[in-house]
């Protein structure tokens, strides 16, 4: 089944406790990128990556760190997590871009992370 | 940055009824993408509309886009209770989708 797949689903930690959220994709998608969700702003983008060993910021990257060494998985880290990193993150892939025009995103199910 | 923005912020209709909801960006796109989301849950892409069209249609959904007026809009037509969650628009950039903060619907059964 194709997926995008997120792990843990759920965490509480303490300020300072350094964290990975995994994400893996099997659809051999190009692109893949995080969003973190908080009520009334919507989907803000964290950091996002085009390809393999290539990542770039979005809106809201301060305190987050990325990597992309494979294909398939995008983890996302907070070396220092703190309390307005609470949020409930989403990680998504896509094709990319296609004739100069975005495909469309798949998402996962989320992580829902809060930070004491 | 760019950003869809929905309006109304929230929608509640009678199971039947008709749904609209608006969207606008600021910038020009190369196509503008619909989202659905349950409560607490992934994303999942309904609809996408390129620059160079006007209108599309899947199943009960009905996308139009006019680019003069840098807006959309979703229709879902004879609503359902499970059409129930928050939809959203998202404008895509040069390397990037840019969501707005979505529309809340609430189909009354």
């Known amino acids: 089944e194709a997926q995008v797949t997120q792990n843990p689903r759920y965490l509480i930690t303490v300020t300072g406790k350094k964290l990975t959220v995994t994400c893996s994709q099997n659809m051999n998608h190009e692109y893949m990128s995080w969003y973190r969700q908080d009520p009334g702003l919507g989907l803000r983008q964290i950091y996002y990556?085009?390809?393999?060993?290539?990542?770039d910021k979005g809106d809201v990257p301060e305190g987050y760190k990325v990597s992309r060494k494979e294909k398939r998985n995008f983890p996302l880290i907070l070396e220092s997590p703190s309390p307005n990193q609470t949020s409930l993150y989403f990680c998504?892939?896509?094709?990319?871009?296609?004739?100069?025009?975005?495909?469309?995103?798949?998402f996962g199910p989320g992580t829902r992370l809060t930070v004491l | 940055s760019q950003q869809g923005e929905e309006d109304p912020q929230a929608l509640s209709i009678q199971e039947g009824e008709n749904a609209t909801m608006n969207c606008s960006y600021k910038?020009?796109?190369?196509?503008l993408q619909w989202y659905r989301q349950n409560s607490g849950r992934g994303l999942v892409h309904l609809i996408l509309?390129?620059?160079?069209?006007r209108e599309k249609h899947s199943g009960r959904l009905r996308v139009t886009l006019d680019t003069s007026k840098k807006s959309s809009s979703l229709l879902i037509t004879a609503s359902r209770a499970a059409d129930t969650a928050s939809y959203f628009c998202?404008?895509?950039?040069?390397?990037?989708?840019?969501f707005g903060s979505g529309t809340r619907l609430q189909v009354q059964p």
């Open positions: 998504a892939s896509s094709l990319g871009m296609t004739s100069g025009s975005f495909n469309e995103q798949f």
């Open positions: 998202a404008d895509t950039g040069r390397r990037a989708l840019t």
């Open positions: 910038t020009s796109i190369n196509n």
């Open positions: 990556s085009m390809n393999v060993e290539v990542t």
């Open positions: 509309i390129r620059s160079n069209e």
